[in-house]
């Protein structure tokens, strides 16, 4: 009922940066909050950062003062702009998406993640 796609992924060096994207579509009412998770091989999928539909944001320890979210709430479109990126930050990273369907049913959706790899 809800898809992500997520768009931005790729390879860059360390001290380099990267923008995220992750546009959401299908039958929404509401979107609650977006997010950005992530997992690297052989650990748990983490929060990286997350904006409610007010603008509040939280973020990982990690990743303060490095990773910014942001959101296009007309588009239904989070973004994450990483910067300085750091050979820890190699994971897949994943879109999530909470809300109400016009069926006024919860959603908790997921994108089919992206992959981020940082060189040393």
């Known amino acids: 009922q809800v898809q992500l796609v997520e768009s931005g992924g790729g390879l860059v060096q360390a001290g380099g940066s990267l923008r995220l994207s992750c546009a959401a579509s299908?039958?929404?009412?509401?979107?609650?909050?977006m997010g950005w998770y992530r997992q690297a091989p052989g650990k748990q999928r983490d929060l990286v950062a997350e904006?409610?539909?007010?603008?509040?944001?939280n973020y990982a320890d990690s990743v303060k003062g490095r990773f910014t979210i942001s959101s296009d709430n007309h588009k239904i479109t989070v973004y994450l702009q990483m910067n300085s990126l750091k050979p820890e930050d190699t994971a897949v990273y994943y879109c999530?998406?909470?809300?109400?369907?016009?069926?006024?049913?919860?959603?908790?959706?997921w994108g089919q993640g992206t992959q981020v790899t940082v060189s040393s």
């Open positions: 999530n998406a909470r809300g109400i369907t016009r069926a006024t049913t919860d959603f908790d959706s």
């Open positions: 299908g039958s929404i009412f509401r979107v609650n909050a």
């Open positions: 904006i409610t539909s007010g603008g509040s944001t």
